[in-house]
């Protein structure tokens, strides 16, 4: 029996199989369709860029240069200088590790969050889900970004801070969708099987409810992750993120401003890169979008 | 049989008409209660930003450049020796009386400087939505129109831009190039500087004031300052937009009384903007709220940009310096309009649609 | 009579998907009069896309070919989009299945039925008022000024077929067809909707498709009958010759009906085997 055969088999002998074989068949789905399969390439070049940036970087992204200020892009410096002579190329390199840690921690923290106040909000009913969702209500409709502004404010500019600050912001559209899918499956005969036998309801949330809510979380987290990206921009542009001399992209830009009429590429380049890890992400969420959740789309 | 049997029982013309009309006053009565709810929310969630996660949150309101004196004055003023539960009651209690506190960097009250910036931010986002509707809505109805076509990719495109471009780079690249290179529009600010102060703010948007004077140069002047921004931010809402109306539009144009307008013999474009369109026309306006709502956010980001004087601007100096009455009340004030701005637009969507009626 | 109302030959519809181009009608042909054919045959047979392939509806990448598809000598296949638009509505109209999907919800009823006429007359207001007034009455709607001023979704599923028929006949065309005019509706109101529609046409000597899955109705509404199974035509016959039906299919059919004293206690399964590859 090959590899495939025994993924694809139509009567799986393990979970494990189980699982393997549908992780297969979506990842042969989302190769059919060429703009996933670019938005997962981006995501492999970050995530490699990340890894590897002492080596793939020619150039130290904090060693100043001052006879190599503002130099235009070259073949020397792919990307020119900036004002203090640093290698742009090298700080957009590195600044990907910043940019992975902050996507990861955020995703991290506010989809477990969401995944289990809604779970419970869901399962339980009642005043216990008028509480949870009236207040992921309330969050819901206020502006993010400012939000997350105000939070930065109080906790003080950092990276750190600005994680925490987005990953507030971001859990409650988690809930809601934790709780749609929990309401449909609550009832389901097997939930009454496994309650009769005796599971207590954190049981029953975290081994029956959650898994199946993973994949429409997985669908929105993806997609929710350019937005991330730019509100983690924003905020180093305003000066509330990474500090420097951390290669953050939007602080980067931010540095540029000033020179942005005539050495145009120093706050130029960092946006490039910014602008396609967060189509990476756009188009891997929208292929796996196709993949698992064929109903929806075109929709929002 | 030849009788209406099949009919709606048909109830008294007087009781049809009374009990929409106790429906939708219901609908009003809840609105506003949940409008109430969410800004009490929000309410908390500035009170909670501001007193309880700085450890001093004395210090955070006077800055770090405070006597001893000032500091303790400060502290008495804020009531902060009293229990929080009655801490929060005076928080809402001044901001429903408009006192939003004093800003330490400007030293006027917060409630003044945000009445004075306002009109800015709004005068650009609006400018920005009306781009965002006039170009979005078309593009995104032709789009459907034409599934499939290298018109309907480019719009996809666009569409996925608009999620992935950020805002404030959008500005910088664009000042490099149309200001800095090609001098097709005006710089950073409302006016170029020679104009600045001649008109007396009446409502505080320039565009307005500057006719209201008879100053058509200023006029003009304006509109060539402020023409940048606001396609920045139409940018983001005709991505948006344009994204929106073609999933709707899609949506609408597989349904089977589109196959009836067809059916009928009826032209193109008849079917495509009576029958396909019309019904859409609901939910745009909640997309279009949205979007507006969103502008407002996004005008933080251009505001440092172009240097403009609105809230966001006032904002972000007020983020630097840890101004933190300045920060929470121009929070405040941003979030009770995007809450507005959403809500109503929810409410719009039931009022409007007959089917919803 | 000279020419026939409507000639179809060797009609085949086709649709792109993963494995090539799949063929859901695969040469069909008939020729109709002034008549009342009926096509029956189950779901996915094929039948609705024959209807709609008449009117040239079928969307890209849907495709149609046909060695004649003429109707009153025009050929179909060769008309441009706007010939087609004097065709559609003016002299082939269709009703179709479900009036809850197939009226515009956010048009009041008599916009709608008014639009199908002025699409195609230049008439004054007051005439055009007057002839939906008149046509409301004439699919048995007592008070027509009420129900012009309704919404869709103020109206019960068979009043909207009623007013389905209507849109589609206030023009006049010379062709109807009804494309399983019945299959949403309650069983309570089907035959008063069919009985509506048998009147008109009878009356204005139309030509009339009823497209359906139910034998019975079929035999008891049209003159001739067409079976198709997976998109070709297995039995054609006069309706009143159905009981002598060669076809297995037609007799697997109508075996599977009931009929009232019944003393099978099981209805019979269809036996594909026996045509299957046809």
New interface residues.
């Given amino acids: 029996m090959t590899t495939r055969d025994w993924l694809l088999a139509d009567s799986p002998t393990s979970r494990w199989q189980a699982n393997a074989g549908r992780a297969y068949r979506v990842f042969t789905a989302l190769l059919r369709n060429p703009l996933s399969v670019l938005g997962g390439v981006i995501i492999l070049v970050l995530l490699l860029t990340a890894l590897f940036a002492p080596w793939i970087a020619p150039f130290s992204p904090t060693g100043q240069s001052l006879a190599d200020r503002l130099l235009p892009p070259s073949g020397e410096h792919w990307m020119g200088t900036d004002e203090l002579g640093r290698d742009i190329f090298s700080r957009v390199v590195w600044g990907s590790q910043i940019t992975l840690t902050i996507v990861l921690l955020v995703a991290l923290i506010s989809a477990p969050l969401g995944l289990l106040i809604g779970a419970i909000s869901g399962y339980f009913g009642g005043w216990v889900d008028k509480i949870l969702m009236?207040?992921t209500?309330?969050?819901l409709?206020?502006?993010?970004?400012?939000?997350a502004?105000?939070?930065?404010?109080?906790?003080g500019p950092g990276i750190n801070n600005a994680i925490i600050a987005i990953a507030i912001t971001s859990w409650p559209a988690y809930a809601r969708i934790a709780r749609a899918e929990t309401l449909t499956i609550r009832n389901a005969e097997y939930i009454s099987a496994v309650q009769l036998a005796g599971a207590g309801p954190i049981r029953v949330i975290v081994q029956h409810i959650l898994p199946l809510c993973t994949s429409s979380m997985i669908i929105r987290v993806t997609l929710d992750m350019?937005?991330v990206i730019?509100t983690a921009?924003?905020l180093g542009?305003?000066?509330?993120g990474a500090q420097p001399p951390l290669p953050e992209w939007?602080a980067m830009?931010s540095r540029?401003?000033t020179f942005?009429?005539?050495q145009?590429w120093v706050?130029?380049m960092p946006?490039f890169a910014?602008?396609i890890v967060?189509?990476g992400?756009?188009?891997l969420g929208?292929g796996l979008r196709d993949v698992l959740d064929p109903k929806s789309e075109?929709?929002? | 049989m030849t009788t209406d049997q099949s009919a709606l029982p048909s109830p008294a013309p007087g009781n049809f008409a009374g009990r929409r009309a106790r429906r939708r006053a219901m609908a009003v009565g809840g609105f506003l209660i949940t409008l109430f709810?969410?800004f009490l929310?929000?309410l908390a969630?500035?009170f909670f930003?501001?007193r309880v996660?700085?450890i001093d949150p004395v210090l955070?309101v006077v800055g770090d450049r405070a006597t001893q004196a000032q500091y303790d004055a400060a502290k008495i003023a804020m009531g902060l020796d009293r229990p929080l539960y009655e801490q929060f009651f005076t928080y809402v209690v001044n901001v429903f009386s408009g006192d939003l506190g004093r800003s330490v960097s400007t030293g006027r009250a917060v409630a003044d400087d945000l009445s004075r910036f306002f009109p800015a931010t709004f005068e650009m986002a609006t400018l920005g939505i009306l781009i965002g509707v006039a170009l979005g809505v078309p593009l995104g109805v032709t789009a459907a129109a034409r599934q499939g076509s290298w018109l309907d990719q480019a719009i996809r495109v666009v569409g996925?831009?608009g999620?992935?471009?950020?805002?404030?780079?959008l500005g910088?690249?664009g000042?490099?190039l149309f200001?800095?290179r090609l001098r097709w529009v005006g710089g950073p600010g409302r006016l170029d500087i020679f104009y600045d102060g001649l008109v007396s703010p009446v409502t505080g948007m320039i565009l307005i004031d500057s006719l209201l004077a008879g100053e058509i140069d200023i006029f003009w002047n304006a509109v060539w300052h402020i023409i940048l921004p606001a396609s920045v931010l139409g940018f983001f809402s005709l991505a948006y937009i344009a994204r929106?109306t073609?999933?709707f539009m899609?949506?609408q144009l597989s349904q089977e009384f589109v196959t009836t307008a067809r059916v009928k013999g009826v032209p193109e474009q008849v079917v495509i903007w009576r029958h396909a369109f019309n019904p859409i026309r609901v939910p745009l306006i909640t997309v279009i709220g949205l979007s507006y709502?969103?502008l407002?956010?996004?005008s933080?980001?251009i505001e440092?940009?172009f240097s403009w004087p609105g809230i966001g601007n006032y904002?972000?100096t007020?983020?630097?310096n840890?101004d933190?009455n300045a920060?929470?009340g121009?929070?405040l004030v941003?979030?009770a309009v995007?809450?507005v701005i959403?809500?109503v637009s929810d409410v719009l969507y039931r009022v409007l649609d007959p089917r919803a009626r | 009579m000279s020419t026939p109302l409507l000639e179809v030959e060797n009609l085949r519809v086709s649709f792109p998907t993963h494995s090539g181009r799949v063929e859901v009608v695969k040469g069909l042909s008939f020729t109709l009069g002034r008549e009342r054919l009926g096509i029956v045959g189950e779901s996915g047979s094929g039948k609705s896309m024959t209807g709609r392939s008449i009117l040239k509806l079928i969307r890209k990448p849907g495709e149609v070919t046909a060695d004649k598809l003429r109707f009153e000598g025009i050929d179909i296949l060769d008309q441009n989009e706007k010939q087609m638009r004097a065709i559609r509505g003016a002299r082939i109209s269709m009703v179709m299945q479900d009036p809850k999907f197939s009226l515009n919800p956010v048009m009041t009823v008599g916009e709608q039925i008014a639009e199908a006429l002025v699409t195609h007359q230049k008439l004054g207001r007051k005439e055009v008022q007057q002839r939906i007034l008149d046509m409301l009455t004439a699919v048995r709607i007592n008070d027509p000024e009420r129900v012009a001023k309704l919404y869709p979704h103020e109206v019960s599923g068979g009043m909207g077929q009623r007013i389905m028929i209507a849109m589609m006949l206030i023009p006049e065309p010379e062709l109807l067809i009804a494309d399983e005019p019945t299959s949403a509706l309650d069983v309570s109101v089907q035959a008063q909707v069919l009985d509506i529609i048998d009147d008109l046409v009878t009356r204005k000597g139309m030509g009339l498709i009823l497209i359906s899955h139910d034998l019975a109705l079929v035999s008891r509404y049209c003159d001739r009958i067409l079976v198709m199974n997976a998109g070709r035509v297995v039995e054609e016959c006069a309706a009143r010759e159905l009981d002598k039906a060669q076809h297995p299919y037609t007799r697997g059919l109508l075996a599977a009906m009931p009929v009232i004293d019944e003393t099978r206690d099981e209805l019979p399964v269809l036996d594909r085997t026996q045509w299957a590859g046809t």
């Fill in positions: 009236g207040f209500d309330i969050f409709s206020l502006p993010k970004l400012i939000l502004l105000a939070f930065v404010a109080a906790l350019a937005g730019l921009a924003g542009f305003i000066g509330l939007g830009i540029g401003r942005i009429l005539d145009w706050a130029t946006g910014i602008i967060s189509l992400f756009c188009f929208d075109g929709k929002s | 709810l969410t929310g929000l969630i500035t930003i501001g996660i700085p955070a996925l831009l999620y992935s471009v950020p805002a404030f780079w910088l690249v000042l490099a200001y800095a929106m073609r999933s899609l949506d709502a969103g407002l956010e996004g933080v980001m440092t940009v904002l972000t007020a983020l630097l840890a933190m920060v929470l121009s929070t941003i979030g995007f809450i959403n809500k």
